[in-house]
């Protein structure tokens, strides 16, 4: 039993009743025996998954050429900076600062990433600052990057009893042992989001509503910089969210590069996350004002961002160098690695009044 799960089973015995998205929130947040709390957790090859960050240097050279489009789009104007949410170890900080000259702000509310983001990227020296929260954001003209943010956001779940949506509280069983049990729907503000959801499926049919994310989204409206805020994750759009073979929902486990569905096993251990619903968060985010301006398979997107890149490469055979981006660029882009399944967002944001 993970010292998390204890935790959680102490709360349980003194009778607090407790959510999924509230397990999550421990499992994923908890600052001493969280997945995500102690501190950056390695990415990638010998971490338990990979991210397009860890592929390589190349996609933040990409998002290096969004940051000067977007900078060229608002008209140049002074004072324009990238910022990132969800920076981790400082590795997309990194490459993207190598790449452009634009000064660069880290939204980080954890002070432990932030100290291992510090001495990461120590040789950009003032070009980089840290503000904790986006309401703290300078009120200046920035292009938002985000990186695997919703997907790694606490959800609730629901399940159809062929009549109405319950709720999956977290119980205890006699041996100690976490498991799902329905009851009614926690909290007002989640059934307003049940009640959006399609009605003619399966008995039984569970998904998540993450609640968290669509939040943040509204937050990120309001934070005081205005340009364009690019969202990069796994996710799914209404249909196929909502289509009959995910009856289990999205809500994974994350290991040593394995993924199953024990998701009240080894809790503070692995990581936990679901697909986005990219869908409601275009919803949320229009009607938080923010402009859509794209959203697209990852591999059409970076595909067009890397045209002016892979045109510099005709005629010449590649370098090692070279050859380690190409695959990269291959990783990111094809439709059965990183293409089809990760989806990138782009919305417009105006001055908040
Ligand atoms: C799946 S990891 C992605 C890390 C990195 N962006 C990448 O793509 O390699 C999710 C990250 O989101 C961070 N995170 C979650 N909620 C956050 C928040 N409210 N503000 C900043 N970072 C957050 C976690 O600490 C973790 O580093």
């Given at each position: 039993?993970?010292?998390?799960?204890?935790?959680?089973?102490?709360?349980?015995?003194?009778?607090?009743?407790?959510?999924?998205?509230?397990?999550?929130?421990?499992?994923?947040?908890?600052?001493?025996?969280?997945?995500?709390?102690?501190?950056?957790?390695?990415?990638?090859?010998?971490?338990?998954?990979?991210?397009?960050?860890?592929?390589?240097?190349?996609?933040?050279?990409?998002?290096?050429?969004?940051?000067?489009?977007?900078?060229?789009?608002?008209?140049?104007?002074?004072?324009f900076y990238v910022v990132e949410q969800a920076a981790h170890d400082g590795q997309l900080a990194e490459?993207?600062?190598?790449?452009?000259?634009?000064?660069?702000?880290?939204?980080?509310?954890?002070?432990?990433?932030?100290?291992?983001?510090?001495?990461?990227?120590?040789?950009?020296?003032?070009?980089?600052?840290?503000?904790?929260?986006?309401?703290?954001?300078?009120?200046?003209?920035?292009?938002?990057?985000?990186?695997?943010?919703?997907?790694?956001?606490?959800?609730?779940?629901?399940?159809?009893?062929g009549s109405i949506w319950q709720e999956l509280w977290v119980k205890a069983d006699d041996h100690g042992r976490l498991q799902f049990d329905p009851g009614p729907v926690s909290t007002d503000e989640l059934?307003?989001?049940?009640?959006?959801?399609?009605?003619?499926?399966?008995?039984?049919?569970?998904?998540?509503?993450?609640?968290?994310?669509?939040?943040?989204?509204?937050?990120?409206?309001?934070?005081?910089?205005?340009?364009?805020?690019?969202?990069?994750?796994?996710?799914?759009?209404?249909?196929?969210?909502?289509?009959?073979?995910?009856?289990?929902?999205?809500?994974?486990?994350?290991?040593?590069?394995?993924?199953?569905?024990?998701?009240?096993?080894?809790?503070?251990?692995?990581?936990?996350?679901?697909?986005?619903?990219?869908?409601?968060?275009?919803?949320?985010?229009?009607?938080?004002?923010?402009?859509?301006?794209?959203?697209?398979?990852?591999?059409?997107?970076?595909?067009?961002?890397?045209?002016?890149?892979?045109?510099?490469?005709?005629?010449?055979?590649?370098?090692?160098?070279?050859?380690?981006?190409?695959?990269?660029?291959?990783?990111?882009?094809?439709?059965?690695?990183?293409?089809?399944?990760?989806?990138?967002?782009?919305?417009?944001?105006?001055?908040?009044?």
């Amino acid at each position: 039993m993970t010292a998390l799960h204890q935790i959680l089973l102490d709360r349980l015995n003194s009778g607090e009743p407790l959510t999924f998205a509230e397990v999550m929130t421990q499992a994923l947040y908890h600052q001493e025996h969280g997945y995500y709390g102690p501190g950056p957790r390695r990415i990638g090859r010998s971490g338990d998954f990979y991210t397009s960050v860890s592929v390589g240097t190349l996609y933040g050279r990409l998002l290096a050429t969004l940051a000067q489009q977007t900078f060229e789009k608002l008209g140049q104007p002074s004072g324009f900076y990238v910022v990132e949410q969800a920076a981790h170890d400082g590795q997309l900080a990194e490459d993207v600062l190598s790449s452009c000259d634009f000064d660069y702000v880290i939204v980080e509310p954890n002070p432990r990433y932030e100290a291992v983001q510090k001495v990461k990227l120590a040789a950009f020296g003032h070009r980089v600052s840290w503000v904790s929260r986006l309401a703290d954001l300078p009120a200046r003209p920035a292009l938002f990057l985000c990186n695997e943010l919703p997907d790694a956001m606490p959800v609730h779940l629901v399940r159809w009893d062929g009549s109405i949506w319950q709720e999956l509280w977290v119980k205890a069983d006699d041996h100690g042992r976490l498991q799902f049990d329905p009851g009614p729907v926690s909290t007002d503000e989640l059934s307003a989001e049940v009640a959006r959801l399609p009605l003619d499926l399966p008995v039984g049919y569970t998904t998540e509503i993450g609640l968290a994310s669509l939040n943040w989204l509204r937050e990120l409206a309001l934070a005081p910089f205005h340009g364009e805020i690019f969202i990069a994750d796994y996710g799914l759009d209404h249909e196929e969210l909502y289509s009959t073979e995910r009856h289990t929902g999205t809500i994974r486990r994350y290991r040593d590069h394995k993924t199953d569905d024990h998701v009240l096993e080894d809790l503070g251990a692995c990581d936990l996350t679901t697909h986005v619903n990219f869908t409601r968060l275009m919803e949320v985010g229009e009607a938080a004002g923010l402009k859509q301006q794209l959203y697209s398979h990852q591999g059409r997107y970076l595909g067009k961002l890397g045209l002016p890149w892979l045109a510099t490469l005709e005629g010449r055979p590649p370098d090692t160098a070279t050859q380690a981006l190409l695959r990269q660029y291959h990783s990111l882009t094809h439709p059965a690695f990183m293409g089809r399944s990760f989806r990138v967002l782009l919305m417009a944001k105006e001055k908040t009044p």
